[in-house]
């Protein structure tokens, strides 16, 4: 859905996701954080990249280390204050970020959708 929003371009949508944690999940895990990111170009502004879903995850809490959601809406739009979103391709990437108890912080992502 594309709609103004505060004098700036706005994409609302839903998606549908299932994807396992658990083998990042491990005994120096603290927290994943888990993120649905778009990311975009214009000729204002050549990299935009817009966090539109997130959510925690506990290595305490396995009944969420596997995300099954089907028909989300994103809990943040989708914006561009330069209104120049509309009619520009948008890439989609599942992102995480590996909290350790102990040591490095780590992340990674990979490209979900086009």
């Known amino acids: ?4 929003y505060f004098k700036e371009d706005a994409v609302s949508f839903t998606f549908d996701m299932d994807i396992d944690l658990t083998p990042i999940i ?15 170009s214009t000729e204002v ?7 539109v ?6 290595r305490e809490s396995p009944e969420h280390h596997h995300i099954k959601l089907t028909n989300e809406h994103v809990e943040y739009y989708l914006t561009d ?7 520009t ?10 909290m350790s108890t102990i040591g ?4 990674d992502m990979v490209e979900i959708g086009a």
């Open 1 to 4: 859905m594309y709609d103004r």
């Open 45 to 51: 502004s050549k990299y935009n990249s817009v966090t």
């Open 26 to 40: 491990n005994w120096n895990t603290h927290t994943i954080f888990a993120a649905i990111v778009c990311e975009f």
């Open 104 to 107: 490095l912080y780590y992340e």
């Open 89 to 98: 391709d948008i890439k989609i990437y599942f992102r995480w970020e590996h």
């Open 53 to 58: 879903w997130d959510q925690r995850v506990m």
């Open 81 to 87: 204050i330069n209104r120049k979103i509309k009619g």
